[in-house]
Each structure stands twice: as structure tokens, then as C-alpha cells.
T-cell receptor, first 112, second 120 residues
Framework: LAKTTQPISMDSYEGQEVNITCSHNNIATNDYITWYQQFPSQGPRFIIQGYKTKVTNEVASLFIPADRKSSTLSLPRVSLSDTAVYYCLVGDPYQAGTALIFGKGTTLSVSS | EAGVVQSPRYKIIEKKQPVAFWCNPISGHNTLYWYRQNLGQGPELLIRYENEEAVDDSQLPKDRFSAERLKGVDSTLKIQPAELGDSAVYLC??????????????????FGPGTRLTVL
């Protein structure tokens, strides 16, 4: 499975847009990029998944350049409740039961 | 719809004691996972079940850890005897890969809140 690299931590203020970049130089053809969010004392939660270009849902946007060697999770107008750890994962979601390989994630701290 | 349920939420034991964690996945999810998460780290897979069959237990320390998923629904993870280094959060997750009608789904995993184990 492709290894991912993302910043250990980021700080932001309420109302700002936050962009978390993840590098995955060895991404395979069938791999997708998936982001999970984890609040303290909770299990991780799926945020968004994409293969190429741009994906947007009600929570975030995911930007993936043509070479797919990196991706950027964009959180618009963050609030205090967005303080969490964000994990970038790479793998084939259509391969049954593929285990998720988590790194250390990016700890996002949002202040007022 | 109820999410993944785990119990207990917290457990404190003395080293060398046994401990068991229970997980009830989302109804209909055929795949069940147990992860261990150490402080400041991401979760690491211990074992994965497809229905009642353990299909990936390569990361499970089999000398002291065991798991079962009878009838392909609930699952129990056991540690006997526990060691100081087993202190961690044990997460259970489930996914439904094959959709109704046999359509290929997505392996989005739904996690429970975890059990925080402290070994003294």
C-alpha cells in the first residue's frame, strides 16, 4: 500500500479555510485517496474520498492533481468543532475488506 | 440506524489479568475489523473478519490475543494475560462491501467509540 505523508499539526482560527496536504508518491492506478476525521474519545469517521480532480461534499472538498502524487483536503470556514485529527489514506476501496493503513495524521487545532 | 457498539468504554486491570472487549457491528455489515490505537498514533489493524471467518490476522499477537465472531455478527477480542504495553484504545469497525443485489460497494468503514484499556 502507498505510504502517505502529511503535516503533524496545523493551527487555524474560526472562519478560515484550512487546507491539509498529503503526499502519496507511490499511489497505484486503482488507489483512491480517502480522508478520515477523528475527534477525541471517538473512532475515526469517513469524510471524503476521491480518485482525481475535485470532489466536494457537505463537509469538505478534495483536490487531486493530474499526477495524483498528492492531494489536498479543504475545510471551508472552520469552527471550533473541527478541531480533530485528520488522516489521509490511500488504497483500493473496491478490493473487498482492504484494511485501512493509518499514519499519525494531522492534528488540526482551531481557535476563536 | 445504530452505529457500531462497543463495550466496555473503559477498562482498568492489573497486568497478567485477562480482559475482553465486545463489539456489535452495524446490522448487515459483513466485514468486521479490530484496530488498536496507541496514544498519538493512528489505528493499526489487529484482525479482520469476513462474516465469521478471520481472513487477516497477521498483526494479531497470537500468544496472548484471541478473537472470535460467532454467527458472523458480534465479535469479542480477548487478551490473556495482559501486559503493560497493551494499554491502548481498541477500536472496532465494520463495513458492508457487497450491497443488496450483489452490487460492488465501497469499503467505507464505520468505527465504534473504542474501549480504552489501562494496564497497571
Amino acid at each position: 500500500l502507498a505510504k502517505t505523508t502529511q503535516p503533524i499539526s496545523m493551527d487555524s482560527y474560526e472562519g478560515q479555510e484550512v487546507n491539509i496536504t498529503c503526499s502519496h508518491n507511490n499511489i497505484a492506478t486503482n488507489d483512491y485517496i480517502t480522508w478520515y476525521q477523528q475527534f477525541p474519545s471517538q473512532g475515526p469517521r469517513f469524510i471524503i474520498q476521491g480518485y482525481k480532480t475535485k470532489v466536494t461534499n457537505e463537509v469538505a472538498s478534495l483536490f487531486i492533481p493530474a499526477d495524483r502524487k498528492s492531494s489536498t483536503l479543504s475545510l471551508p470556514r472552520v469552527s471550533l468543532s473541527d478541531t480533530a485529527v485528520y488522516y489521509c489514506l490511500v488504497g483500493d476501496p473496491y478490493q473487498a475488506g482492504t484494511a485501512l493503513i493509518f499514519g499519525k495524521g494531522t492534528t488540526l487545532s482551531v481557535s476563536s | 440506524e445504530a452505529g457500531v457498539v462497543q463495550s466496555p468504554r473503559y477498562k482498568i486491570i492489573e497486568k497478567k489479568q485477562p480482559v475482553a472487549f465486545w463489539c456489535n457491528p452495524i446490522s448487515g455489515h459483513n466485514t468486521l475489523y479490530w484496530y488498536r490505537q496507541n496514544l498519538g498514533q493512528g489505528p493499526e489493524l489487529l484482525i479482520r473478519y469476513e462474516n465469521e471467518e478471520a481472513v487477516d490476522d497477521s498483526q494479531l499477537p497470537k500468544d496472548r490475543f484471541s478473537a472470535e465472531r460467532l454467527k458472523g455478527v458480534d465479535s469479542t477480542l480477548k487478551i490473556q494475560p495482559a501486559e503493560l504495553g497493551d494499554s491502548a484504545v481498541y477500536l472496532c469497525a465494520s463495513s458492508q462491501f457487497v450491497l443488496a443485489g450483489g452490487q460492488v460497494g465501497n469499503n467505507e468503514q464505520f468505527f465504534g467509540p473504542g474501549t480504552r484499556l489501562t494496564v497497571l
